[in-house]
């Protein structure tokens, strides 16, 4: 258990839907970054949040946003899906060290129908 | 731009043989390289990391990966497979830009025989 934990485990909806995934990084982590892992493109990086702000984009869709909450608790809201945002989405935490491993949660697994 | 290659999909070994599951690596510096596990409907594990100072860094669960500056590989090495490291093996590595993301290679399938 690596002390991340992701909700839902799963979930099923409709394109055109909106969803939100959930977040709670490990306690004293500030760190929270976004992953979306698929067949053919692999597991991408998608945004990082450091202590409520936003610290770097990577290759997430305008359709796509995401907050961190005082809390540090982190949730990525999904628009007006598509089917190819079906996909395993991850969440890692880490505290603020580059030296320092991500440790990730056990992910959400959305299918787009 | 910093990446990893892995250059095998598939590694197949008997258990108690030795395995190895490589990676290359393209930096510019130093690199921060990761090796990450991933068992079925689960989430990334982490195995070990390099950073700097010794070659052969130890990781978990009898995990090894040699850091290799000349060749710039990063191999995953166990001296005798057991039928549960049958996983998919991601190598990874950080990014030095204005993000500290991990960029992650394509994965190597490591299946275990018995």
Same mark, same amino acid.
């Not at chain 1, 290759?59 to 305008?62: F, H, P, R, V």
């Given at each position: 258990d690596s002390g991340v934990t992701q909700t839902p485990k799963h979930l099923i909806t409709a394109t055109g839907q909106r969803v939100t995934l959930r977040c709670s990084p490990r306690s004293g982590d500030l760190s929270v970054y976004w992953y979306q892992q698929s067949l053919d493109q692999g597991l991408q990086f998608l945004i990082q949040y450091y202590n409520g702000e936003e610290r770097a984009k990577g290759?997430? %869709? #305008?359709r796509f946003s995401a907050q961190q909450f005082p809390d540090l608790h982190s949730e990525l809201n999904l628009s007006? %899906? #598509? %089917? @190819? &945002?079906s996909a395993l989405y991850f969440c890692a935490s880490s505290v603020e060290d580059i030296y320092n491993e991500q440790f990730f949660g056990p992910g959400t697994r959305l299918t787009v129908l | 731009a910093q990446s990893v290659a892995q250059p095998e999909d598939q590694v197949n070994v008997a258990e108690g043989n030795p395995l190895t599951v490589k990676c290359t690596y393209s930096v510019s510096g130093n690199p921060y390289l990761f090796w990450y596990v991933q068992y079925p409907n689960r989430g990334l594990q982490f195995l070990l990391k390099y950073i700097? @100072? &010794?070659n052969l860094v130890k990781g978990s669960y009898g995990f090894e990966a040699e850091f290799n500056k000349s060749q710039t590989s990063f191999h995953l090495k166990k001296p005798s497979a057991l039928v549960s490291d049958s996983a998919l093996y991601f190598c990874a590595v950080r990014d030095m830009g204005n993000t500290d993301k991990l960029i992650f290679g394509t994965g190597t399938r490591l299946q275990v025989f018995p």
């Open positions: 290759n997430i %869709l #305008e007006s %899906l #598509e %089917l @190819g &945002d | 700097t @100072g &010794d």
